[in-house]
Nanobody
């Protein structure tokens, strides 16, 4: 099975920064897309950021200009740099990887932004 392990979540004050990392157990060359979703209590799981195998990125409207997604093929990781954090960014963040057929999901990491 593909294993995705997130790290870097935690508690931060409004305006602060966090960097999430997702380490894959297999080469990320096999995935068409990697990225992050998040889910706050009572809300659906929404796309935060994605990056394709070609390096194209896209972001959810509410994080544009604040978050940056990147990948490191050698380290089999995808990262999310989160700046200017707001309380509404509080959620469980889930790493995903997609190949031609399937989505794979990390276990989630909690991000809490205090006001």
């Amino acid at each position: 099975q593909v294993q995705l392990v997130e790290s870097g979540g935690g508690l931060v004050q409004t305006g602060g920064s966090l960097r999430l990392s997702c380490a894959a157990s297999v080469t990320i060359f096999s995935f068409n897309s990697l990225g992050w979703y998040r889910q706050a209590p009572g809300k659906q799981r929404d796309l935060v950021a994605a990056i394709t195998s070609g390096g194209t990125t896209n972001y959810g409207d509410d994080v544009k200009g604040r978050f940056t997604i990147s990948r490191d093929n050698a380290l089999h990781t995808v990262s999310l740099q989160m700046n200017s954090l707001k309380p509404e960014d509080t959620a469980v963040y889930y790493c995903y990887a997609k190949n031609m057929f399937d989505y794979y999901w990390g276990q989630g990491t909690q991000v809490t932004v205090s006001s």
